[in-house]
């Protein structure tokens, strides 16, 4: 894959690279760039359960892309609509939550892809802007590959059409929310990101992704699990979120102060 100085995530990721990303679910474009100049490769902005409305999410990606790294939006379920927007902004990657099924991967590859592989709507002119393609030509051009689709499986449905999905042209990632997966597979009794079901089920969803020439993501809660994680396979990881680093520095400091 060529490489675009303005786009780094598909064309690390194509170079065999292993991405880590940091969360971001708190509504603030500054503590977005903060991860994203601590290292991280990527910052996930969540829009589906963090706090995030259009002008921080704007704000936000560009904040991530100053800070050195590829910024990548979760939208809420189904939103298509927004699919296309976050990538007009400037999103390198986009997350779609509860794709369970072959059709729900191709409206979501409808949304986030241009002709002949979607039907994604003209409007990137702040993606040409922060990704510096002055010829948005070039962004017509090249954008099918240089944004990446995330499609999380995070379902007992998802994960029985899980090569189905990743099969779909224009899906270009199977990314894992293990804890809805873990309430999934115990039929509601309980959220255990590690459950031995959610084990056997990562295999299962690295296998799937490989059969298809895809990458397989995962959120993962900390370091020590995105580590253990790329071991299985996986090649994105997005790392636990901007309100539990916020805690986890905090909680030593008052801890010190009250002993």
Same mark, same amino acid.
């Given at each position: 894959? /060529?490489?675009?100085?303005?786009?780094?995530?598909? /064309?690390?990721?194509?170079?065999?690279? /292993?991405?880590?990303?940091?969360?971001?679910?708190?509504?603030?474009? %500054?503590?977005?760039?903060? %991860?994203?100049?601590?290292?991280?490769?990527?910052?996930?902005?969540?829009? =589906?359960?963090? *706090?995030?409305?259009?002008?921080? /999410?704007?704000? &936000?990606?560009?904040?991530?892309?100053?800070?050195? &790294?590829?910024?990548?939006?979760?939208?809420?379920?189904?939103?298509?609509?927004?699919?296309?927007?976050?990538?007009?902004?400037?999103?390198?990657?986009?997350?779609?939550? *509860?794709?369970?099924?072959?059709?729900?991967? @191709?409206?979501?590859?409808? &949304?986030? @892809? +241009?002709?002949?592989?979607?039907?994604?709507?003209?409007?990137?002119?702040?993606?040409?802007?922060?990704?510096? *393609?002055?010829?948005?030509?070039?962004?017509?051009?090249?954008?099918?590959?240089?944004?990446?689709?995330?499609?999380?499986?995070?379902?007992?449905?998802? %994960? !029985?059409?899980?090569?189905?999905?990743?099969?779909?042209?224009?899906? !270009?990632?199977? +990314?894992?929310?293990?804890?809805?997966?873990?309430?999934?597979?115990?039929?509601?009794?309980?959220? !255990?990101?590690?459950?031995?079901?959610?084990? =056997?089920?990562?295999?299962?969803?690295?296998?799937?992704?490989?059969?298809?020439?895809?990458?397989?993501?995962?959120?993962?809660?900390?370091?020590?699990?995105? %580590?253990?994680?790329?071991?299985?396979? +996986?090649?994105?990881?997005?790392?636990?979120? !901007?309100?539990? +680093?916020?805690?986890?520095?905090?909680?030593? =400091?008052?801890?010190?102060?009250?002993?």
């Amino acid at each position: 894959m /060529t490489s675009h100085p303005g786009f780094t995530l598909a /064309t690390r990721l194509a170079a065999g690279d /292993t991405i880590y990303s940091g969360w971001c679910g708190l509504t603030s474009p %500054l503590v977005a760039e903060v %991860l994203a100049r601590e290292g991280f490769d990527a910052v996930t902005i969540d829009g =589906q359960h963090g *706090m995030w409305d259009q002008a921080a /999410t704007v704000a &936000a990606i560009g904040s991530i892309r100053h800070g050195g &790294a590829a910024p990548i939006v979760r939208v809420p379920i189904n939103d298509e609509a927004g699919v296309s927007r976050v990538l007009d902004w400037g999103a390198e990657g986009v997350i779609m939550p *509860m794709v369970n099924t072959v059709d729900d991967a @191709k409206r979501f590859v409808a &949304a986030a @892809k +241009f002709p002949p592989g979607g039907e994604r709507s003209w409007g990137p002119h702040r993606a040409t802007m922060l990704g510096r *393609m002055p010829d948005q030509k070039i962004y017509l051009r090249e954008a099918n590959r240089l944004t990446v689709t995330l499609a999380m499986i995070e379902t007992r449905e998802a %994960l !029985d059409n899980v090569e189905a999905i990743a099969a779909v042209p224009g899906i !270009d990632m199977l +990314f894992v929310g293990p804890s809805d997966l873990s309430i999934a597979l115990s039929n509601g009794a309980d959220v !255990d990101p590690h459950s031995a079901e959610v084990e =056997q089920a990562l295999d299962k969803i690295v296998a799937a992704a490989r059969k298809a020439h895809k990458w397989a993501g995962i959120y993962c809660m900390n370091a020590e699990r995105a %580590l253990a994680c790329a071991k299985r396979g +996986f090649r994105f990881h997005a790392i636990g979120s !901007d309100l539990g +680093f916020l805690r986890a520095g905090i909680a030593p =400091q008052i801890k010190a102060l009250k002993s």
